[in-house]
């Protein structure tokens, strides 16, 4: 089945580190985004892109950066991790922008 | 941007029971109006969706309704089961939000055996 997948699925990382979260699709969407879910916050959007030229800021980009290596993979960056930072990460998929969106696994992030 | 809310924050049932949740918003142009489930430790999934030209929409036990004039929208559970038990979340998208959902909160239903 075509799904979303994301690696890793939990990291534990020190304060001022660099780390990656990487997200792929076997879905053929166009549109991905990456949220954070913190407990009572919902899920909010930190960045989405629209197509492998196209990268958007969110609500909450400070901190963050994201690469579109390809219409399949779209990788999130934390340049120097903070306490802060942990969370729950989401990648998502949709096809239109009004769409379903699909999400991925999840991964666990502790920044200590 | 938009703001979101639901409510209730947690709510609590017995099986068998009805459970609603609503979800306010802001952005009179919204026009997509989707609820998702988020069962313990996995991905967020959707439920059921409308759009702005729909006043109501059923699927089985669960159904959405819209009021555009008030600017709210609400999932109903009906003849609740244990499986239910999840986290639901609001999620309006359109107007001066193109392409990005909102998510409410969350609210967090337990259904009683």
């Known amino acids: 089945d075509a799904d979303v997948t994301q690696t890793p699925r939990n990291r534990i990382t020190k304060t001022g580190k660099r780390i990656m979260l990487e997200c792929s699709q076997t879905k053929g969407h166009d549109r991905m985004y990456w949220y954070r879910q913190d407990p009572g916050l919902g899920l909010r959007l930190i960045y989405y892109?629209?197509?492998?030229?196209?990268?958007n800021k969110g609500e909450i980009s400070d901190g963050y950066s994201v690469s579109r290596q390809a219409q399949a993979k779209f990788s999130l960056s934390l340049e120097s991790a903070i306490p802060n930072q942990t969370a729950l990460y989401f990648c998502a998929t949709s096809d239109p922008p009004h769409g379903n969106r699909y999400f991925g696994p999840g991964t666990r992030l502790t920044v200590t | 941007g938009e703001n979101v809310e639901q409510h209730p924050s947690t709510l609590s049932v017995q099986e068998g029971d009805s459970a609603v949740i609503k979800c306010t918003y802001s952005?009179?142009?919204?026009?997509?109006f989707p609820w998702y489930k988020q069962e313990l430790g996995k991905r967020p999934q959707l439920i059921i969706d409308?759009?702005?030209?729909?006043g109501e929409k059923k699927d089985q036990r669960i159904a959405v309704t819209l009021n555009k004039t008030a600017k709210h929208f609400s999932l109903h559970i009906t003849e609740t089961q244990p499986e239910d038990s999840a986290v639901y979340f609001c999620a309006p998208a359109g107007g001066t939000s193109y392409g990005k959902l909102t998510f409410g909160q969350g609210t967090i239903l337990t259904v009683h055996p």
């Open positions: 952005d009179s142009a919204s026009n997509y």
């Open positions: 892109s629209f197509d492998v030229k196209d990268i």
């Open positions: 409308i759009r702005s030209n729909v």
